[in-house]
């Protein structure tokens, strides 16, 4: 049984929100948001009400925020800013979501949300692993890392894996499924205290502090052979660096741009065509919820990673909804230590 | 019975050879080789002699003469410039090379080769077609056009393939290829001529010349719902510029880099990491000889369309081996119509 954070079940009250006051241009800002109180939601036939406990905190929300292309529409003005979470059914409407069921879907920043199935991401067994596992590790972050790096990123035993953000939330989770998987992973991070905990708990064989390690000359030692697979969550210079060290044949994860703080007007850097052709490098870009069907392959194999201590996965949870409007400028700083999450259970 | 340039047999006399004279950085210039004349070699137990009748010019070879990463050794100065040339046997002392045979291979500008097994790209069937085209069509040229478009484009039947260089050696297959497996194929090339070739030889639905379209907006009315596979040759701002019309899921097949005349310095262009998320592309490089094993059946499935009629080709043949050295830079001015060879049998 879940021995962790189960709320008791109260009638609802009030639905505090997270709004989305104006168009970031760059990273989300706390000012950007509005803090707002609403009346709590009534479901109707096929809808079903969920009273939210993790509500998550993810740097591709800078892009749901944002008015370009994405993979998603932006969200609307003055509405719940778009977020996951993990909440409970406390009402359901719908003929196969059972009242007291745990899911982890697009519930948004806020206590209640009226939500249909195309909302939930997935099903919680909450005797699998602590409720707030289902944000990060079994949720998007650990899913993300599992099959952004298997399908994307094809390992093969010995591989050197290069990745950045290397303590993230996903990042400190491909370094242990690279390993798991007999490769050596080698970390980027933005300050000495994470290249230690990469290291220490993350199953890095070698980190660097990219902020201050000569990133050339780093990579050029740590990976002589060139490196086979590079997940990259930063994009920009990190990533024009990375690719002039890749190994022939070898493959680019392109899950994220954090390094790269705004798009408008748009940047420039090296060009990169005769390195993908010479290297025969294959640069792919992964969206997580293209691959909806492999999500419950991914969590049993993490699920039993996990089990095994085969993987070890950090939280930084606060507890106050009014943290949300900064939370994800403090991402992008660096500022967390694991997946950064709000629990308001 | 192959009715084409066959030559008659006769004694070797003296070897014309087009020496790499200096290291070019750009694009080869006339005066980067120097002609020489040498003895004729013998070949030696395992070798075998070859006189070559097509001298294949390739865009590749700008890269094998550069001393800059490439996917092969540099050219040494003073040695025979690298090239693909098609040649006859004349004599063996190797076990399973036969005087009188065609082969297709690294033969090297020059009227003779001593070779060994793993000079040869291909074995000729001279009755397949005529002895030019396994320089070309049912050589490097056509093999890449083939196996790069189906193995990394993977096209389907309905898409929308974009071709950079229409009208090449290389691109002007393509189309026919994405023609014949059921796609639309749109073609860039740089002169108005061109693209009248291209629309009326080389069966594309579309073409513009980059030089003189506004290539975002023709691309934007061309390919509505976004280009599927990007089959490009140039890179630079006509690769910016594409990447930026592809469809979600879209592949680019880097071939070649054609629109960049030097690397170094680094040359700059827009940041694409973020498309390469957004769109979640699949961006790959394709170097044929890592695709000897497929040889094969892509030249048997190019001889079929092409006895059916489903490909058309062109060669642009001269008859003289002191045109070698200006000819790479011709290339790469568009110069040539269809594939560039010198006939020195």
Redesign the interface.
Known sequence: MNQHHVPAFSLPTQNRQVLLAKRPVAIPQADDFELDTAAVPVPVNGEFLVRNIYLSVDPAQR?WAQSA???SEPVELGSPMRALAVGQVVDSLHDSVQKGEYLYGWFNWQDYCIARSEHILSRIDPGLAPLSCFAGLLGINGVTAYLALTSLGRPQAGDTVLVSTAAGAVGSLVSQIAHNLGCRAIGLTGSDDKVAVAIERYHYDLAYNYRTADLDQALTEAAPDGINVFF?NT??EI?DTALRKMA?GGRIV????AA?ST?QP?????????E????????????IF?HMPKWPEAIGTLASWLREGKLHYDEDISERIEDAPSAIDELYLGKNRGKRLIYIG
């Open positions: 892009g292309m994405n993979y990259d994009g920009g990533l022939v392109q899950c994220g741009t790269v798009w748009p940047p420039t850097g090296l060009r990169n065509e005769r993908v052709l010479t290297r025969r490098l294959s640069w792919n870009g992964f969206v293209d």
